[in-house]
């Protein structure tokens, strides 16, 4: 079964750099047939794809983020991050650590809820 754990940054002030980082059990994030997406939701909203890791380490962003976002990867850990920087309320959302296998959507962690404010 596989498993997917955002951690908790909680609050985060305008400015600041938001990061995440997704802790992978049950599957390698070096898997040839999988990629790994960060997906954000803010209240009200719909979902928004921010962007995905390939298992090379290839990524592809977002282009609404693209100059603000770094996903990345520790494969020692099994684990992949997000880094968000200037951050401003507009960025407050549930955010959420996905897997794809074989293109399609699989696996969700159960989401971390960040809220950017001072």
């Known amino acids: 079964q596989v498993q997917l754990q955002e951690s908790d940054p909680g609050l985060v002030k305008p400015s600041q750099t938001l990061s995440l980082t997704c802790t992978v059990s049950?599957?390698?994030?070096?898997?040839?047939?999988?990629?790994w997406n960060w997906i954000r939701q803010p209240p009200g909203k719909g979902l928004e794809w921010m962007g995905v890791?390939?298992?090379?380490?290839?990524?592809t962003y977002n282009p609404s983020v693209k100059s603000r976002i770094t996903i990345s990867r520790d494969t020692s850990k099994n684990q992949f991050s997000l880094q968000l920087t200037s951050v401003t309320p507009e960025d407050t959302a549930m955010y959420y650590c996905?897997?794809?296998?074989?293109?399609?959507?699989?696996?969700w962690g159960q989401g971390a809820q960040v809220a950017v404010s001072s």
């Open positions: 996905t897997r794809q296998s074989y293109r399609i959507p699989c696996d």
């Open positions: 049950g599957a390698s994030i070096t898997s040839i047939s999988d990629a």
């Open positions: 890791m390939e298992y090379d380490g290839r990524t």
